[in-house]
């Protein structure tokens, strides 16, 4: 494995690696996530059944003081109803109260105005702590009308207990202390009336050393806070009686706070959250306390709270980090591993591509794809071997058989005359004749020679079908046609003769179709026979080119004993002769169209006056335009004799 | 080229489609010879649709009518295309071959 592998980003690996790290990164980043959502839900949850709890517990020992506080002016307000107090003695009785209490800083009983019309508007008795005396006197007066005070009103009207808002008493305590007001009856000759109000005022200092003994986290705190959302006790002891929630919230622009704060009055209790003015985000549960007016809050700091979370988390992301570079490491190596043959495979393919059939492969040891990829490539190079070797032989046989079918053309061709003038000392003929073979071998045939010293022999022949049978049975006609030629002189009766040779125990059905003529070089009298051949065409040296009047004979080969009708004219001088096989009438182009008799009677007519070398290159010329490319698919035979000294008839006269 | 060959009245008719040339001729050798082989001794050779023939297709012609004649069956020809009477004319083959100019006629005949 080497470092361009490893980055290389076509490479198997690196696809694999970043398919598979991606599915396992969403998946990390997908379990985390839930993972953390839930664990915050659980840490909140818990967070808030710890706050319940703490409040509780705080809300208790508050409860446990403030409670035994309550009794006193109950107790007082219930005994003076009863008329069990001398109005004179009341000072003993709150001096009483404010010696077995230490709380309690002071105590008073304040008469509605004029319920003892001898003590006149105002009648409160009220004993104090001053240092560490007791001190009793009377209050009420022009200047201090007791009975207009809120402490007095709010009982008084509402028939209820009342305790106070908390205040600082600087003349008295220097405390933070909270007055509280039950309301009593008395029995004068009216009936029952009330009486007025009997307090005690309770000095807060227990409260602060109660609340501020919480400690939550490492900065969480409670604190107290007065029916007004004041606070009553804090760790920040500038926030007390100077801040209430709602000026908090308007410090720190948080709404949420007010929401809190008026949550808080209608005395519900809640676990929310909030931000201080630096966004950082705090929990608080808040719930009334039954005694006092008061209400408790505990505070969670948000970070601390989910500090542990935090803490796991990045524990778990520098694990998961840690895999995943495992992992990466892991998959390369295994990867390249199981690729590495894969490499060894492609080399030998080139190898074997270079024609190398046993370049060696690697050796696969596992029981994979790839050991069946190795296998299949152990097979196709056996197959391709053997494949090739046959191919080598096969070629080697069929270049034999071309050789040899080379060599048959040659001793084809040279069965045909083929030298051109054929006759220089005889100026009456001029001839030209070609024969373009669409094989190797052909089944056309032409032939012309002398059979004495006037008689001019010619013919032109196509057997049916081509390559090496028709070749075969060309050569067979044309050696007879020669030894035939020797015998006998007539046309028709070199054609019965050969007619005969050839159809015997022709089992396969060969046959050839045969044009045969014999030209009388000093009078210019042709006689012809034909055997199911085209007919040849005539070129006057005057007047219009015209097919050679015939009747049909078969061709040869077929019938035994067949009389060949003879016909013959008189060639002028000047008139030409034009024989042709029918590869030249049904030469094919690519759209399957015959050239047709009637181009070769317009080439004619358009090249009548030429010699016949001229007259037959452009027939083939006329040929190849119309092919144009196309393969040739038939032999193309052409035979043309020009007579340069004749008599004047050219009318056929039949001799039977 | 295919072949469709149909049983009828006692005889074989065999109907050339397309082109019968020298690529061909040695396939259709082999059918129309199987057929003769087999002993279908009446044969009729349909060429509605025969659209050319080489030298090569006549000959399997002339192969079938001399392996008939010898075991006295009969050929025939019919419905010749003008192209193909033609060629047929040319060379001499209307005097080798019987040639109807309808099916129905080379039935009944």
Known sequence: MNFKNIINTES???????????????????????????????????????AIQLAGNIAGKIAQQLQPMEKLPQM?????????????????V??????RNPNIYGASIAFAPNIFPEKGLYFMPYAYRNNNEIISTFLGSADYEYFLMDWFQIPFMTKKPYWSEPYFDEGGGNALMTTYSVPFYYHTEQGRVQGGIATIDVDLQWLTDIVSEVTIFETGYAFVLSRNGMAITHPDRSMIMNESIFSNSENWEEPLLREIGRDLQQGNSSFSEYNLKNKVKRWIYYTPLDAGGLSLAVVYPDDEMFASLHKMNLILLALIIFGLILLNFTVVKIVNRLARPLVDIAKTAHKIAEGNFNAPLPEVKSRDEIRLLRNAFVNMQQELGAYVANLTATTAAKEKIESELRIARDIQLSMIPHSFPPFPELPQIDLFAELKSAKEVGGDLYDFFLIDKHQFCFAIGDVSGKGVPASLFMAVTRTLLRSIADKVKSPSGIMKLLNNSLAMNNESCMFVTFFLGVLDISTGELSYVNAGHNPPVIIPGDGAVKFLPLANGIPLGLQENYEYPQFSLSFKDGDKFFAYTDGVSEAENSQHQLFGEQAILDVLMQHKSDHPIALIKAMDAAISQHVSGFDQSDDITMLSIAFNHGSANGTPRNKP | MTLNIIHSGGFTIVQVDGHLNTLNAADFETQVMGLVERGDMKLIIDCSKLSYISSSGLRVFLLAQKKLRANKGLLKLCCLQPSIHEIFDMSGFTQIFLIETTLEASLTS
Do not use: Q
């Not at chain 1, 980043?29 to 949850?45: D, F, H």
């Not at chain 1, 709150?94 to 010696?99: A, F, P």
């Open chain 1, 12 to 50: 198997l690996s690196f696809r694999i690696l970043t398919r598979v790290l991606l599915i396992t990164v969403s998946l990390f980043v997908l379990t985390l996530s839930i993972y953390y959502i839930y664990t915050r839900n659980l840490i909140r949850e818990a967070a808030r059944e710890n």
């Open chain 1, 76 to 92: 007082v307000s219930a005994t003076i109803e009863m008329g069990l107090f001398d109005k004179d003695s009341l000072i003993v």
């Open chain 1, 94 to 99: 709150l001096e009483t109260i404010l010696k």
